[in-house]
């Protein structure tokens, strides 16, 4: 596998093997479900391999506080489960988030994976 997005889309199927709803397409997530992007590129090599840090931004589908936390609290359980592969790399940091073609502030679990890549 080469390349950024392959990476992505390797999150996404693993997420997606675990029944939980994922893409790398926020107008197309079905809620609730993880958003999963690009945080930040680490270039290691000379010959173009590095790491991404993938962002996972897990989106409740309801505003409303108890059952968006409810929401909230099983991705994150079902994201961890799949853990050493899926390990978080820092905090899990609530917060909110405008998807694409959705003009409602959704509330959000952001935590980031690391992946390796080659160009």
């Not at 390797?10 to 709803?21: F, G, K, M, P």
């Not at 909110?96 to 390796?116: A, E, F, G, K, M």
Request: glycine fraction near 6%.
């Amino acid at each position: 596998m080469s390349g950024v997005y392959p990476e992505l889309e390797s999150v996404v199927t693993e997420l997606q093997a675990a029944d939980i709803r994922a893409t790398t397409d926020g107008s197309a997530l079905n809620l609730p479900g993880v958003w999963v992007s690009v945080d930040h590129l680490e270039p290691e090599l000379l010959d173009g391999s590095g790491s991404v840090l993938v962002a996972l931004n897990l989106v409740a589908a309801n505003i409303v506080t108890r059952t968006a936390y409810q929401q909230l609290d099983e991705l994150l359980v079902a994201v961890m489960s799949l853990r050493p592969t899926m390990a978080v790399e820092g905090d899990v940091v609530p917060e909110s988030v405008i998807l694409p073609d959705n003009r409602q502030t959704l509330p959000s679990y952001r935590l980031l994976v690391r992946r390796y890549y080659t160009l």
